[in-house]
T-cell receptor, first 116, second 117 residues
Framework: AQSVAQPEDQVNVAEGNPLTVKCTYS??????LFWYVQYPNRGLQFLLK??????LVKGSYGFEAEFNKSQTSFHLKKPSALVSDSALYFC??????????????FGKGTKLSVKP | GAVVSQHPSWVICKSGTSVKIECRSL??????MFWYRQFPKQSLMLMAT?????????EQGVEKDKFLINHASLTLSTLTVTSAHPEDSSFYIC?????????????FGPGTRLTVT
């Protein structure tokens, strides 16, 4: 069965410093990977996705993620963090194997805290 | 971009009553919508997959008679929590797939906060 792991419950970064939010996955075929951000009491906002092609994917708000097949990872990165980036970040893999109709399987989430 | 709305954004109801939550795709057609539940500081758990014109597919452990899902049109799916109890209090989020885009993306609604007293 496919799964997603986000090993860090929280990541603390100083404003202006680079940030990384980690994600590893386990799938039986080619992975379709996603990153979403959630602000308090709000739904999820799409950041970026990897389906195929370049391993480095650029997304919204200056975020990017690198697909690493050998390490089965899809870490989210940003060169310079902003206080406004503070939120809950979810990594997800598309569960289109078997009869799951393409639903997303989410990691547990990582809270990003950016301090001024 | 594709927009998904949910109504209401929050609701408080008494134990034993039923609550209906609407999920609408505003500018695209969604043959498939998904309903998720999120507990505080936890991830989203898929409850069911809703297909237009057919019965919803429920995940293991989700009571289909308690969480009634109706996907009556290509832009509307509803989740009805029947005979609600305090343990049903949660944040319910829907999402929809835009099949015409072919991008596998899901677009999420803003969520509905349900509190059962």
């Amino acid at each position: 069965a496919q799964s997603v792991a986000q090993p860090e419950d929280q990541v603390n970064v100083a404003e202006g410093n680079p940030l990384t939010v980690k994600c590893t996955y386990s799938v039986s075929g080619n992975p379709y990977l996603f990153w979403y951000v959630q602000y308090p009491n709000r739904g999820l906002q799409f950041l970026l996705k990897y389906i195929t092609g370049d391993n480095l994917v650029k997304g919204s708000y200056g975020f990017e993620a690198e697909f690493n097949k050998s390490q089965t990872s899809f870490h989210l990165k940003k060169p310079s963090a902003l206080v406004s980036d503070s939120a809950l970040y979810f990594c997800a893999v598309r569960g289109d194997y078997g009869g799951s109709q393409g639903n997303l399987i989410f990691g547990k989430g990582t809270k990003l805290s950016v301090k001024p | 971009g594709a927009v998904v709305s949910q109504h209401p954004s929050w609701v408080i109801c008494k134990s034993g009553t039923s609550v209906k939550i609407e999920c609408r795709s505003l500018d695209f057609q969604a043959t498939t919508m998904f309903w998720y539940r999120q507990f505080p500081k936890q991830s989203l758990m898929l409850m069911a997959t809703s297909n237009e014109g057919s019965k919803a597919t429920y995940e293991q452990g989700v009571e289909k008679d308690k969480f009634l899902i109706n996907h009556a049109s290509l832009t509307l799916s509803t989740l009805t929590v029947t005979s609600a109890h305090p343990e049903d209090s949660s944040f319910y989020i829907c999402s929809a797939r835009d099949l015409s885009s072919g991008s596998y993306e899901q677009y999420f609604g803003p969520g509905t906060r349900l509190t059962v007293t």
